[in-house]
């Protein structure tokens, strides 16, 4: 399996271009993670607190989206995204762009580490370069949505350390993987609306 060692590349304008996806290291101190951690399970879906809205206005997101993009975007949605120990948990070859309607600019997606994220507990493993492709087609797969056309390459897995983000086009072909730990696995999704209106 291809692992990128992406937590040393500059997360500049020409590799989100050139691949699709950066990662943005430390966006998060680990205590802050704990407490978006601590966050969410005060929560109860779908049902926004006071402090889910503080975090999601963190200006830390619209921040780092501006050396990419050139401007920060406005916030469309957010989901923590947790995997069950030990569970084949995997989700397949998509698009975000397949679930959201973007009426005209594009869609980014944050993805944050809320505890490191490897191979083993289920990374994001993307299809370098696969966002210059445009919108692909897909079907429902359970509950969610899969590629029709599954990727020829195992694409690249990206780890995380807890706090890391990794920013990606929502044209970015991606799929995470089973998480084959003992214990449960955090990430916290934000996406953005880039450009038009
Ligand atoms: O790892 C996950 O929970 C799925 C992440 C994903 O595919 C996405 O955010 O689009």
Redesign the pocket.
């Known amino acids: 399996m291809k692992i990128a060692t992406s937590r040393h590349v500059d997360p500049s304008r020409s590799t989100y271009e050139r691949d699709g996806w950066v990662v943005a290291p430390a966006v998060l101190t680990p205590g802050e993670s704990e407490s978006v951690i601590a966050a969410h399970a005060q929560r109860q879906w779908p049902i926004v607190t006071d402090e889910i809205r503080e975090w999601i206005a963190d200006e830390r997101w619209v921040a780092s989206l501006e050396p990419l993009l050139g401007n920060g975007g406005r916030f469309v949605r957010e989901?923590l995204?947790?995997?069950a120990p030990n569970a084949d948990?995997r989700?397949p070859w998509?698009q975000?762009a397949a679930y959201v309607e973007a009426a005209a600019g594009a869609l980014v997606?944050i993805?944050v580490a809320l505890e490191p994220i490897d191979e083993h507990n289920?990374?994001?493993r993307m299809q370098r370069g696969s966002h210059r492709q445009g919108p692909i087609e897909h079907r429902p797969s359970g509950y969610v949505l899969e590629a029709v056309e599954t990727p020829a390459d195992d694409g690249v897995c990206v780890p995380l350390g807890q706090g890391d983000a990794v920013i990606f086009s929502s044209s970015l072909l991606?799929?995470?993987l089973a998480n084959r730990t003992a214990t449960l696995?955090r990430?916290w999704?934000l996406q953005f609306h880039i450009g038009g209106e």
């Open positions: 989901q995204l947790t995997k948990t989700v998509h975000d997606t993805f289920g990374c994001l991606h799929q995470s696995r990430a999704m």
